[in-house]
């Protein structure tokens, strides 16, 4: 069973940064799709980065693209999310995930079969 455990997330003044850093465990095989999503309160979930095609590409929503980063060790089974720039806006709680197919983001995102249990973001004005 995998589990993906999340870290890192905290409050920061705007224009702050944090690394979000989302630890995998119990695979069984290498996850073609792993992806960050956030929900803020009385919002639909956003997906705001992935890593697809086994981390050959990568997808940033064009809220975050420019001021997001993500980026995988492979050695510790770990995915990061670097967040420069930070607004009040980006406040949310901030999700990892995983899944097996990752031909696309459209493809990666409706398979996701594994999530962490979220870690908070809360920038400040």
């Known amino acids: 069973q995998v589990q993906l455990v999340e870290s890192g997330g905290g409050s920061v003044q705007a224009g702050g940064s944090l690394t979000l850093s989302c630890a995998a465990s119990g695979y069984t095989s290498r996850r073609s799709c792993m992806a960050w999503f956030r929900q803020a309160p009385g919002k639909e979930r956003e997906g705001v980065a992935a890593l697809y095609t086994g981390g050959a590409r990568i997808y940033y929503s064009e809220s975050v693209k420019g001021r997001f980063a993500i980026s995988q060790d492979n050695a510790k089974n770990t995915v990061y999310l670097q967040m420069n720039s930070l607004k009040p806006e980006d406040t949310a709680m901030y999700y990892c995930?995983?899944?097996?197919?990752?031909?696309?983001?459209?493809?990666?995102?409706?398979?996701?079969?594994?999530w962490g249990q979220g870690s908070l973001v809360t920038v400040s004005s």
């Open positions: 995930a995983a899944g097996r197919e990752g031909s696309s983001w459209y493809a990666c995102r409706r398979a996701l079969d594994a």
